[in-house]
T-cell receptor
Framework: DVKVTQSSRYLVKRTGEKVFLECVQDMDHENMFWYRQDPGLGLRLIYFSYDVKMKEKGDIPEGYSVSREKKERFSLILESASTNQTSMYLC?????????????FGDGTRLSIL | GNSVTQMEGPVTLSEEAFLTINCTYTATGYPSLFWYVQYPGEGLQLLLKATKADDKGSNKGFEATYRKETTSFHLEKGSVQVSDSAVYFCALSDPDSSASKIIFGSGTRLSIRP
C-alpha cells in the first residue's frame, strides 16, 4: 500500500512566522500535491510537482511556496503565516502523470495560526 | 471548464437503509471518475473508480456506474452501516492538465443512525 506521511497532525503557529509542512511518500511516485480543505469550500489545490525541483501553481498559490529537492519529499512553506491560513492541509501523491491516475492522501495537518 | 457537482449534505439515514449520493460532471474528453471517502480526522481514501463509459466501480459494498449519456457517477450502497458515516467526494481526472490533476466535488457528509 502507498503510504503518504505528513509530519504533524496538529500544528499551532503565530502570525508572521515561517511555517514548514512536510510530506513524504514511500512509493516512488512522480507527482505530489498540496491542498487545503475548508468547510463549505471543499479541496483547493495550492501547488503540485511532477518531478524533482519542478512545481506548478494550483488554484490558490498566494502566500505559499513549495520545495521538492528529493522525489519522496514535498514541502509546503507559509512564508509569513496569517490567520486566514488556518486550515486543514492535505498532501497527496500519484504514480505518473498519465490522466486517470488516482491520488493517495496523507492524514492531513490541522494548522492553526494565532 | 471541467467540474463536478454532487448533492449537498448532510445526509442522515438509519442503519440498513439504501444510500444514493448523486454526482454529475462536466468535462471535455473522457475523464476517469472517482469516489473518495474521508473518515473523521483522516485524509481522503480512494473508494472506487471507473475509467470509461459503462464501467462499474465497486468496493466495500459501494457501487457507481460511469454514465456518459447522463454525465453521472452516482454512489449507491444497498444497506449502510454506522461505520459508513463519513464525507464522500466525487471527483474526475482533469483531462486538460498535466500531472494527473483531479477535480473534486464539494463533498457530501453522511451520518448513519443506529
Amino acid at each position: 500500500d502507498v503510504k503518504v506521511t505528513q509530519s504533524s497532525r496538529y500544528l499551532v503557529k503565530r502570525t508572521g512566522e515561517k511555517v514548514f509542512l512536510e510530506c513524504v511518500q514511500d512509493m516512488d511516485h512522480e507527482n505530489m500535491f498540496w491542498y487545503r480543505q475548508d468547510p463549505g469550500l471543499g479541496l483547493r489545490l495550492i501547488y503540485f510537482s511532477y518531478d524533482v525541483k519542478m512545481k506548478e501553481k494550483g488554484d490558490i498559490p498566494e502566500g505559499y511556496s513549495v520545495s521538492r529537492e528529493k522525489k519522496e519529499r514535498f514541502s509546503l512553506i507559509l512564508e509569513s503565516a496569517s490567520t486566514n491560513q488556518t486550515s486543514m492541509y492535505l498532501c497527496a501523491s500519484s504514480l505518473t502523470s498519465r490522466v486517470g491516475q488516482p491520488q493517495h492522501f496523507g492524514d492531513g495537518t490541522r494548522l492553526s495560526i494565532l | 471548464g471541467n467540474s463536478v457537482t454532487q448533492m449537498e449534505g448532510p445526509v442522515t439515514l438509519s442503519e440498513e437503509a439504501f444510500l444514493t449520493i448523486n454526482c454529475t460532471y462536466t468535462a471535455t474528453g473522457y475523464p476517469s471518475l472517482f469516489w473518495y471517502v474521508q473518515y473523521p480526522g483522516e485524509g481522503l481514501q480512494l473508494l472506487l473508480k471507473a475509467t470509461k463509459a459503462d464501467d462499474k466501480g465497486s468496493n466495500k459494498g459501494f457501487e457507481a456506474t460511469y454514465r456518459k449519456e447522463t454525465t453521472s457517477f452516482h454512489l449507491e450502497k444497498g444497506s449502510v452501516q454506522v461505520s459508513d458515516s463519513a464525507v464522500y467526494f466525487c471527483a474526475l481526472s482533469d483531462p486538460d492538465s498535466s500531472a494527473s490533476k483531479i477535480i473534486f466535488g464539494s463533498g457530501t457528509r453522511l451520518s448513519i443512525r443506529p
